[in-house]
C-alpha cells in the first residue's frame, strides 16, 4: 500500500527503515546492550514507561545472546533499545543504517576522493538522498547501475 514501509510480497518482506548492528564485543542478558520486543513493529502502542526505565525486567524483552562480530538485523519499527550495560568490557557496535532513498537520519555524508575512480554500484551507494518521485535502480538487481 502507498506509504506503508513494511510489506510482504511473493517473493520476501520489504521494509524501509532497517539496522544492521554488527557487534565488537560480546554482549547479552548478562552484560546489558540491545533489547527488543519481537512483534512490537505490529503495534500502535507507546512503550510503557516501566519498560523504558528497566527493560531488562520486562518478560516482554529479549536480550539476545550477541557474540563479536555478529550481526542482529531489525526493523526500526520494533521496539528496541539498550538495556544498561554492566559489563567489564566497553561496548562496541557498528550500526548501519538503511532506509529509502528519500529519507535519511542525518546530514552528514561520507564521500570518496575526487580523484577515485567508482563503479556504477558504487557512484549509487554514496549518492545524496533521492526525492520519491526520482527512480533509483535496486542494488541488488542485475539491472542497469548494478555493477559489482
Known amino acids: 500500500r502507498p506509504g506503508e514501509r513494511f510489506h510482504f510480497a511473493p517473493n520476501g518482506i520489504y521494509e524501509g527503515f ?8 560480546e554482549a547479552g542478558p548478562a552484560h546489558g ?4 520486543i519481537p512483534g512490537s513493529h505490529k503495534s ?10 528497566a527493560p531488562e525486567k520486562a518478560p516482554c524483552v529479549v536480550i539476545p545472546e ?6 542482529v538485523l531489525f526493523t526500526e519499527a520494533v ?3 539498550t538495556a544498561p550495560w554492566r559489563a567489564d568490557h566497553e561496548r562496541r557496535t557498528l550500526l548501519y543504517k538503511y532506509c529509502v532513498s528519500h529519507m535519511a537520519w542525518s546530514r552528514a555524508r561520507v564521500l570518496p576522493p575526487p580523484d577515485v575512480p567508482l563503479t556504477a ?12 518521485h526520482t ?3 535496486s542494488l541488488f538487481s542485475d539491472g542497469p547501475g548494478a555493477e559489482r
Request: charged content about 15%; hydrophobic content about 50%; proline content about 9%.
Open 18 to 25: 532497517v539496522v544492521a548492528a554488527w557487534s565488537l564485543a
Open 33 to 36: 546492550g540491545f533489547w527488543c
Open 44 to 53: 500502535h502502542f507507546k512503550l510503557p514507561r516501566q519498560i523504558h526505565e
Open 66 to 71: 550477541i557474540p563479536a562480530g555478529s550481526v
Open 79 to 81: 521496539m528496541h533499545g
Open 121 to 132: 554500484r558504487q557512484q549509487a551507494l554514496l549518492t545524496e538522498p533521492a526525492d520519491p
Open 135 to 137: 527512480f533509483v535502480a
